[in-house]
């Protein structure tokens, strides 16, 4: 926003340089960017936060400069003499869409003569960067940076049969602008019409036809509200921006539409010798109510950290242009301003007080008081889990939870329940929520291979979501994949729980089938005593890489929960271990758990370990049958054992895996 030192000074009486107004702006929130000497005045280049639509006009920034400073504000006079014919024998409208257009105006001025405005006008537009053109349509520029408020003037006699029309624009129907371009638009653009054709696109810009020229007569102007959000709309699609689009955009001041309107009407009879006709076409959806908000004293300290007295608050106000209609005690009832819309609660009050005050006048504490906290058990885990992770070379990814409706994304590792989509999703291909991360762990995969890293290690702890009676039920997973073995990824598995302190739980290595993610028979549900605490496997070649990797997707709330890392002194057995192996061939069904179950089951008090390390098959083994080897660790806390013993204990176990599951001593 482009402003004159000059044109600023008409409507308030401040004795500050061009630098110091600048300093007294930027305090209070509105940025001068820069100041640059035009002719003899100044032009100051404020960037107005889009919250702040009441500062895109003179006025608007001459109440901060009376809010700093202090003074009066002094608009400019509007009052006229008209002629004694109705305004509604020269037009007719109608607003068909009183959504998109809740205010219409207009007005009309006769036989005016068009000419180049005077040179204290056009001082002023040259001074913030704006071209005259002809009084007619340098006094609607004029008005608008002026009040903020955007304005348009037609050529009245251009306009068919004198019917104005506020209504969406048919399909096919074309307007040549004022730039002389010519624009297709769609059914969802608001135009303002005639009894034939769109001459206006509401809130961006006036067409060619109706535009002025220096045979126009008779003025047709318009001052309306326009729906914020459909102007910034139309605006994008058809790529035109212009100063009353960028105004309309950001929401204009209900309250100003009258005064914008008779401004301009009064310039155009003093420098256009224009007559202007009786009364104005006034269309309203409905009256502009005015917000009222309680300011508590005790609260604005509360929040400042400091004592401002009630009748400071309540100049401060008053300067900003509140109204003031009570106060008692710590209490003030504000009424705001139509213009600014940004304040509609009492936090917005207090912010209004703080910027006028001065932030520089609020001292600044320099000592923090810092508490520590501790970490909860899940964020230790968590921490836990990624240090062993990375130390083992796996990289952490991160993934979206929206993801798209591919049949692999569809997978039900966790519930037999269906997906869920999302209803209004900002992408149409990406529209339900993750039931697993390893979809995206794959395709993060195949976004390396196809960029030349062919084996990765990576990890991602975050949340899936799965369907619930009324809520999504949310479930943090821990998924790996890893260019490697079945065996290998199983091996880091294992460590990953012994390491978080889980070693009393029983664990089991179920077979499984998920065909979209594992290979068959090449994937196992993993266990831990008779509960689910995830999934494990080769990835399927379905999946399309030349290459074999494996996928593990952990229940991480339940790893959290069995963690255990309290450490306990065990000591070590002065005696020495005995060492023994053995094969056994069983059928081949027989999984190595069942194995292990059996020879834990016989509470051998000295049997301090058991190990798999082999599994044959070949000519020597029966068909249907495999061997599997496996070591044994005896080893007792008081004594050296006797080999007596060791056999005793050697015999039990095989007779205990022949009853339990027909298991036979292999002979070699």
Not at 258 to 269: F, Q, W
Request: charged content about 30%.
């Amino acid at each position: 926003m482009k402003i004159s030192y000059n044109w600023l000074k008409e409507y308030a009486y401040f004795y500050l340089s061009p630098e110091e107004l600048a300093d007294k702006l930027t305090n209070a929130g509105l940025v001068v960017a820069d100041i640059k000497p035009v002719e003899d005045d100044y032009c100051l280049e404020v960037e107005v936060t889009s919250n702040r639509p009441d500062c895109l006009g003179i006025i608007g920034i001459t109440r901060e400069v009376i809010a700093a400073v202090g003074g009066a504000l002094h608009i400019p006079d509007t009052d006229f003499e008209t002629l004694s014919a109705k305004v509604t024998k020269f037009i007719d409208v109608t607003v068909e869409d009183p959504v998109l257009c809740p205010h219409y105006t207009a007005r009309v001025v006769r036989h005016v003569t068009v000419r180049p405005s005077p040179e204290w006008m056009q001082k002023k537009l040259r001074c913030i960067g704006i071209r005259p053109v002809n009084n007619i349509v340098d006094i609607t520029n004029y008005v608008m940076m002026e009040t903020g408020q955007p304005i348009h003037a037609f050529d009245l006699d251009k306009i068919a049969d004198q019917k104005i029309v506020v209504r969406r624009a048919l399909d096919g129907e074309m307007i040549v602008v004022i730039n002389g371009v010519k624009r297709a638009l769609f059914h969802d653009m608001l135009v303002i019409a005639d009894s034939k054709r769109p001459v206006a696109i509401a809130g961006v810009m006036g067409g060619k036809e109706t535009e002025v020229s220096d045979s126009t007569r008779n003025i047709l102007l318009e001052c309306a509200l326009f729906e914020p959000g459909h102007v910034r709309r139309t605006s994008k699609e058809l790529g035109v921006f212009t100063d009353s689009s960028y105004r309309f955009e950001r929401s204009t001041d209900p309250g100003g539409i009258e005064l914008a309107s008779k401004r301009a009407v009064k310039l155009m009879k003093e420098l256009a010798d224009g007559e202007i006709v009786s009364g104005v076409i006034d269309i309203k959806q409905r009256e502009y109510e005015k917000k009222r908000i309680p300011l508590r004293i005790e609260r604005l300290q509360r929040i400042l950290g400091i004592e401002i007295k009630r009748d400071i608050a309540s100049d401060i106000l008053k300067r900003l242009q509140f109204t003031i209609v009570n106060e008692v005690d710590n209490f003030i009832d504000v009424v705001v301003p139509s213009f600014r819309g940004d304040i509609y609660r009492e936090i917005d009050l207090i912010e209004e007080i703080a910027r006028i005050y001065g932030y520089n006048n609020i001292p600044a504490k320099t000592s923090i008081c810092v508490r520590g906290s501790i970490k909860s058990k899940y964020e230790a885990v968590e921490d836990c889990i990624r240090q062993f992770l990375i130390g083992l070379g796996f990289y952490e990814v991160k993934t979206f939870s929206i993801v798209d409706i591919s049949p692999l994304q569809s997978v039900k590792l966790w519930s037999e329940r269906e997906s869920l989509d999302i209803a209004n999703p900002l992408r149409q291909e990406e529209s339900r929520m993750r039931t697993s991360l390893l979809p995206s762990l794959i395709n993060t995969k195949r976004y390396n291979v196809n960029h030349g890293n062919e084996s990765i290690k990576i990890f991602e702890i975050a949340r899936v979501y799965l369907a619930g009676d009324k809520l999504p039920h949310e479930k943090t997973c821990l998924s790996l994949l890893i260019d490697a073995d079945f065996f290998t990824l199983k091996g880091i598995i294992e460590s990953l729980v012994l390491h978080l302190g889980i070693s009393s739980l029983k664990r089991e290595w179920i077979p499984f089938s998920e065909p979209k993610l594992f290979r068959d028979e090449r994937a196992a549900k993993i266990q831990l005593d008779d509960k689910t605490l995830g999934y494990l496997g080769e990835a399927s070649r379905e999946l399309g890489f030349k290459t074999s990797f494996c996928l593990s997707e952990l229940d991480m709330d339940f790893l959290a929960e069995k963690s255990n890392f309290e450490k306990r002194y065990h000591p070590l057995s002065p005696y020495p271990p005995v060492f023994r192996d053995l094969a056994i061939i069983v059928d081949e069904e027989v999984p190595w758990t069942s194995i292990e179950k059996c020879i834990t089951a016989t509470h051998i008090s000295f049997l301090k370990g058991i190990h798999f390390f082999d599994v044959y098959r070949g000519k020597q083994i029966p068909a249907g049958k495999k061997s599997v080897a496996f070591n044994l660790c005896f080893q007792a806390e008081d004594r050296t054992l006797k080999s007596e013993e060791v056999e005793t204990a050697e015999w039990t176990i095989l007779d205990v895996l022949h009853t339990t599951l027909d298991a036979e001593l292999r002979k070699l």
